[in-house]
């Protein structure tokens, strides 16, 4: 099991940007896929990016591809997801996830999840 602990959220205007960070604990994060998931008030929580293990393989949301970019250090233990040309639409609490394989978009393939941190964009 690995503990996840987001961070880096806020408000931020329309057109701005933001990097959250996923701080990690526990076993080997370098051996975990990594994602990032958010959840709008009243919606489900929807994918957002995909990470593998190494790092070499990326997956995004069609919603976020070209704003977004989902990055790791393993050697500080952190995911981090750099927002772009935010809108607000993607207001929403924000969620990373680890996974033993690298399970892209399907949240039933991610392990252990953070507590989230809210991302409110402002028009």
């Known amino acids: 099991q690995v503990q996840l602990v987001e961070s880096g959220g806020g408000l931020v205007q329309a057109g701005g940007s933001l990097r959250l960070s996923c701080a990690a604990s526990?076993?080997?994060?370098?051996?975990?896929?990594m994602g990032w998931f958010r959840q709008a008030p009243g919606k489900e929580r929807e994918f957002v990016a995909a990470?593998?293990?190494?790092?070499?393989?990326?997956y995004y949301a069609d919603s976020v591809k070209g704003r977004f970019t989902i990055s790791r250090d393993n050697a500080k233990n952190t995911l981090y997801l750099q927002m772009n040309s935010l809108k607000p639409e993607d207001t929403a609490v924000y969620y990373c996830?680890?996974?033993?394989?690298?399970?892209?978009?399907?949240?039933?393939?991610?392990?252990?999840w953070g507590q989230g941190t809210q991302v409110t964009v402002s028009s």
């Open positions: 526990g076993r080997t994060f370098s051996s975990y896929a």
């Open positions: 996830a680890a996974g033993s394989k690298y399970g892209l978009g399907y949240q039933d393939k991610y392990d252990d």
């Open positions: 990470m593998s293990w190494s790092g070499v393989s990326t």
